[in-house]
C-alpha cells in the first residue's frame, strides 16, 4: 500500500544522524563516526585527533569543545583518551608523553582541575573561573584514571591520582552529577573489581536516593538542574551507564532503563542530530561542536543497547 512504501522510504535514524554529521561536524567527529559505522579507517580517526596534540603533550584547541583556545586541558585529555580508547591506540609513547603532562598540571594532591591556570588572554568558563591554586575534581581525573587503566597503562602519576579517585568515590557526601559521570568512568576501568562493586554499590544507592538521575523522563520537571548545565538540563540512566556492561547499570531496573533509552531515542531532533542538554552554551563555537558529539554519544549508545538504527 502507499502508506507502507512511504514509510519503508523514511531515512533511518542512522541515517538522519549521518546527514547531520556531515552537514556540521568536525572533521574528528566525521571521522569517529565513518570509524564506528561505516567500516572506516582508524588511522584516519588517529590523524584528526593528532591536529590537537600540542608541543607539551597534552591536547588544546577546544578538543572538547567546552573549553576554547589553544591550551592543553584536563578536559581536553579525558576525550582525547575515549577516541583513543575507541581505537584500541591508548598506549605507547604518545600516552607517556600525555602522562607526563598530566603530572605537571596536577594539583598537590595528584588530581587534575576542571581549568588550570592560564594566561589571561585566554577565555575560560565562566561558571568555572581560573584559580592560582584549582582544586581536582573527580569529574576531570575519574575519567583519566580509569581509561588509563583499563588499557592498562602504567605511570608514576596514576598512584597518586588512583587514590585521589578511591577517597572521593569513598568517602564524598555531596555529590554533584558530574563526579557521578566521573566515578562510574573510574569505577568501569580501575582493575580491583571488588572494591569497584562495593563503591558502585554505595554510590548506585546514594544516587536513588538523592535523586541525582531522573528515573522516569515523564516526570523530569521534578528533578532538580545542574549548575553549569544547559536550561532543563539533567542526568538520565544513560548518560551513566551508557554501556550495559558498566557498574552503573545495575543501578536502575529494566523499565527504567528501557524508558530511559525511549526518551533518549526521541530526543533525535529533525536535522537528524541529538541536542546537548547537559552544558550551558557560553561560547557560540561551544555549543555547535558538541551536538555531533552528543550525536555519536547517543548512537554508540543506543547501539550498545541493542536498539535499532537501521
Keep these: 500500500m502507499p502508506g507502507d512504501e512511504a514509510a519503508s522510504a523514511a531515512p533511518t535514524p542512522l541515517a538522519r544522524a549521518e546527514r ?9 567527529e566525521q571521522r569517529r563516526f565513518a570509524f564506528h559505522f561505516l567500516g572506516g579507517d582508524a588511522d584516519a580517526v588517529d590523524r584528526a585527533l593528532g591536529a590537537y596534540l600540542g608541543a607539551d603533550g597534552g591536547y588544546g584547541h577546544a578538543l572538547d569543545p567546552e573549553l ?10 579525558a576525550y582525547a583518551l575515549r577516541v583513543l580508547d575507541a581505537l584500541g591506540r591508548c598506549g ?11 603530572t605537571a598540571v596536577s594539583t598537590p594532591d595528584g588530581a587534575l582541575p576542571v581549568v588550570s591556570a592560564a594566561p589571561a588572554e585566554h577565555p575560560t568558563l565562566p561558571y568555572d573561573p581560573v584559580r592560582d591554586d584549582p582544586s581536582g575534581t573527580l569529574e576531570t581525573t575519574g575519567p583519566v584514571v580509569g581509561a588509563l ?10 598512584f597518586r591520582a588512583t587514590d585521589f579517585c578511591w577517597d572521593r568515590v ?3 557526601r555531596h555529590w554533584h552529577p558530574g563526579e557521578v559521570r566521573g566515578a562510574v568512568a573510574f569505577l568501569d576501568g580501575v582493575p580491583d ?3 569497584a562493586a562495593a563503591a558502585a554499590d554505595r554510590l548506585g544507592r546514594l544516587v536513588r536516593e538523592r535523586p541525582l538521575v531522573v528515573l522516569d523522563p515523564a ?5 532538580p538542574t545542574v549548575r553549569g548545565y544547559a536550561p532543563g538540563g539533567r542526568l538520565f540512566p544513560y548518560d551513566v551507564a551508557g554501556r550495559p556492561e558498566s557498574w552503573a547499570r545495575g543501578w536502575f531496573t529494566d523499565a527504567e532503563m528501557s524508558r530511559s533509552l525511549d526518551f533518549l531515542t526521541a530526543r ?7 541536542p546537548v542538554l547537559r552544558h550551558d552554551a557560553w561560547a557560540p563555537g561551544s555549543s555547535l561542536e558538541r551536538r555531533p558529539i552528543a550525536t555519536l554519544e547517543a548512537l554508540l549508545t543506543l547501539r550498545a543497547y541493542g536498539r535499532p538504527l537501521t
Excluded at 20 to 28: D, E, G, K, S
Excluded at 92 to 102: D, T
Excluded at 268 to 274: L, R, T
Design 193 to 195: 573489581r571488588s572494591r
Design 170 to 172: 569513598e568517602t564524598l
Design 268 to 274: 533525535q531532533q529533525p536535522d537528524g542530530g541529538w
Design 68 to 77: 576554547r583556545g589553544p591550551l592543553s586541558r584536563p578536559l581536553h585529555a
Design 92 to 102: 605507547g609513547r604518545r600516552v607517556e608523553r600525555l602522562c607526563a603532562h598530566l
Design 149 to 158: 587503566h583499563r588499557n592498562r597503562v602504567w605511570h608514576a602519576w596514576l
Design 219 to 223: 516526570r523530569r520537571a521534578e528533578y
Design 20 to 28: 547531520f554529521i556531515w552537514l556540521t561536524a568536525r572533521v574528528l
